[in-house]
């Protein structure tokens, strides 16, 4: 980030990125934070793919799921709990599993760029269980894969805090209930603590303090995902 570092007030460019299904949760932050200090201004990079921070020249990052282990640092927002979920018109009409080795019966809904080589990780009593599973559709939108899981297309690995209504409603079941899926969650990360400048600093604690766990299940969010 280019910024005046002797000036009190945060000032300068930002460059941050996130996957865009995560940039509705920042997005009104981003807007109080830009009219509380004027001399910042943001680069938003909004892609699917997972950039290099470094090499990219970027300050800030909103990601989510299990990071992979790097140099970054990162700061965790929300946590996330992972289950295995269908409809219950799916499970009628393929059957019900009863163990992790059944799933590769089924259709899956793969969160991902590729069906090729898909596994889940289940874990019981903290013990993991990979599984190869595979399917037709794969997605890199996560509320696009809840939303086909909904449409009865296949099994699908979903967030539990988002799915919480629907298996509430019977419209979702759990698969598997015993056995749970990885933790992840949501997740700023930033290539060094020692290099932030004061806009990046100000622009992270400012994010962290202003998250909001209820925008991942808005009334708005289930119309749509239900659609």
């Known amino acids: 980030a280019a910024v005046g570092g002797l000036q009190a007030e945060p000032s300068g460019r930002i460059r941050f990125t996130s996957v865009p299904g995560l940039a509705r949760y920042a997005w009104d932050v981003v807007q109080e934070f830009l009219a509380r200090y004027p001399k910042v201004s943001i680069e938003m990079d909004l892609t699917e793919r997972t950039v290099d921070m470094i090499d990219g020249g970027y300050d800030l990052a909103l990601r989510a799921g299990q990071l992979p282990d790097s140099s970054l640092v990162s700061r965790k927002l929300m946590s996330t709990h992972f289950v295995v979920a269908a409809t219950p018109e799916y499970l009628d009409t393929h059957g019900r599993p009863t163990q992790p080795a059944q799933l590769s019966d089924h259709q899956c809904i793969i969160f991902g760029l590729s069906l090729r080589g898909a596994h889940w990780r289940l874990l019981q009593a903290r013990k993991p269980k990979d599984v190869a599973v595979s399917g037709r559709l794969a997605l890199t939108h996560l509320e696009s894969v809840v939303r086909a899981c909904l449409h009865s297309m296949g099994l699908a690995m979903v967030p539990k805090e988002m799915c919480d209504p629907f298996f509430e409603t019977g419209e979702l079941e759990q698969v598997l209930p015993e056995w749970t899926g990885p933790q992840g969650g949501i997740y700023l990360v930033y290539p060094s603590r020692r290099h932030l400048s004061p806009s990046v600093r100000a622009f992270m604690n400012y994010l962290a ?14 119309e749509w995902l239900r659609g």
Do not use: A, P
């Not at 766990?213 to 289930?222: H, N, V």
């Open 209 to 222: 303090d202003n998250f909001d766990e209820g925008l991942m299940r808005t009334d708005q969010m289930y």
